[in-house]
């Protein structure tokens, strides 16, 4: 081959490369996933008063807002033993049958549940009989060791369970005196007073277990410094843009979010900033309900578009971000709480604690998360609201209160 064909060869295979650099991905450009962006706008209103005849318009500062939610669950444990039917070798009872029995589920009180102290609740297990005997009302309930949690021992069977068929069983009891994490082991004993629970050996008990958690109860606040029972406009500014509108009716403020898919939008109350104090409110979904529509609070806002911004959402979620005009910091992004009523007409009181750099987060009056951070350490406090999926999107704020704590 001549030596001029080669450069012409190699001079086209350079072109060729130099065209096809042109067209290579740029590194470092990530490709936005907008299934995560739930928040992609954050509206304040700064309007005068609705009481006092304002001199000019209202300013609404827009933002952007552009997290990338990322929502977790926590992992459940389940309080059965293994529920694979077991190959068992137990001893006849009295010579003709055989006890056993396979735990089924958990009806009430999965494990974990958070209670406040002293709370009363009913446990109820679903358990088969797998065994050859028929559970008369000679049968019983029985505490074996760990924490009894006053729950009634032995407790006798109300109806009988035949082979094959499965028992609703249930104890009325009630959560210790102190926080922390409590576990209570029972069986079920036969008329001849022989206890017998899972397993392969039909030794393994089954068991409550429960996270005993510090309440609004707890924190000894007394009365409230200030509440606002939602009679009136007159410690709000009421929220009037294009996509958000709030109002007075019948004894509460209504948020209403108008479109699906932006923002949630707030408002402040013309209340002083305040430092170190717990504020609490309590919101009542309307009709429609669902997903990642959400609501709540706006705390320590040293101006109407900066501070902490603490939501729940309509399948039971949580979070907690800062808002500083122009960049969104997530303190806890979304995760369930089953503390939190799910759904259409519920209601749900939100508290959240500040004291110096502490934040607590309560649903219910139980505390679900805590946070240090001290960005924010005074300010005003606001309400706040953002539709998902629903079209006029409605939440009504009932009471709002708080506690200031002394210096």
């Given amino acids: 081959m001549k030596s001029s064909t080669l450069l012409t060869l190699a001079s086209l295979a350079l072109l060729a490369i130099l065209m096809t650099a042109c067209n290579l991905p740029i590194i470092g450009e990530p490709t936005p996933d907008p299934g995560l962006i739930f928040t992609q706008a954050a509206q304040t209103s700064a309007a005068l008063p609705t009481n006092v005849p304002p001199t000019a318009p209202p300013t609404v500062i827009i933002t952007q807002v552009p997290p990338t939610v990322v929502v977790t669950t926590p992992t459940a444990t389940s309080t059965s033993?293994?529920?694979?039917?077991?190959t068992v070798t137990a001893t006849p009872i009295g010579g003709s049958c055989t006890d056993q029995m396979e735990f089924i589920s958990d009806v009430t009180i999965p494990d974990d549940t958070e209670l406040l102290v002293g709370e009363e609740f009913i446990k109820t297990w679903r358990l088969e009989n797998i065994g050859t005997c028929t559970w008369t009302n000679q049968y019983a309930l029985v505490y074996i060791d760990g924490e009894q949690m006053s729950g009634t021992s032995p407790l006798p069977l109300t109806n009988s369970t035949a082979p094959g068929a499965t028992l609703d069983v249930s104890v009325n009891m009630k959560a210790p005196g102190t926080t922390g994490t409590y576990r209570g082991n029972w069986k079920l004993r036969n008329g001849n007073g022989v206890n017998f629970g899972t397993g392969k050996n039909s030794d393994q008990p089954f068991y409550v277990q429960i996270k005993v958690v510090e309440g609004v109860s707890e924190l000894n606040l007394g009365a409230p410094t200030w509440r606002d029972a939602m009679d009136n406009a007159t410690n709000w500014y009421l929220l009037d843009t294009a996509n958000?509108?709030?109002?007075?009716?019948d004894g509460k403020l209504v948020m209403k979010s108008i479109k699906p898919g932006g923002g949630e939008e707030w408002d402040i109350s013309n209340r002083p900033a305040i430092q170190d104090y717990y504020l609490q409110a309590t919101f009542i979904t309307d009709d429609a309900c669902s997903g990642l529509d959400r609501y709540g609070l706006l705390a320590r806002a040293p101006d109407p578009n900066k501070g902490y911004v603490y939501e729940f959402t309509c399948d039971g979620h949580y979070r907690l971000?800062?808002?500083?005009?122009?960049?969104?910091?997530?303190?806890?992004?979304?995760?369930?709480?089953?503390?939190?009523?799910?759904?259409?007409?519920?209601?749900?009181?939100?508290?959240?604690w500040m004291e110096g750099s502490t934040l607590r987060l309560y649903a219910n009056g139980h505390m679900i998360a805590?946070?240090?951070?001290?960005?924010?350490?005074?300010g005003q406090f606001g309400?706040?609201?953002?539709?998902?999926?629903?079209?006029n999107f409605t939440?009504?704020?009932?009471?709002?209160?708080?506690?200031e704590f002394d210096e």
Wanted: proline share 3%; aromatic share 12%; net charge negative.
């Fill in 81 to 86: 033993a293994p529920t694979s039917t077991p």
């Fill in 244 to 249: 958000t509108k709030f109002s007075m009716d």
């Fill in 321 to 352: 971000y800062k808002w500083d005009g122009t960049t969104y910091s997530a303190l806890q992004e979304w995760r369930s709480a089953a503390s939190i009523k799910t759904g259409a007409n519920q209601t749900n009181v939100m508290g959240i």
């Fill in 370 to 378: 805590e946070f240090t951070d001290d960005t924010y350490d005074k």
């Fill in 383 to 391: 309400l706040a609201i953002g539709s998902a999926n629903t079209e």
């Fill in 395 to 403: 939440v009504s704020v009932d009471l709002v209160e708080y506690w």
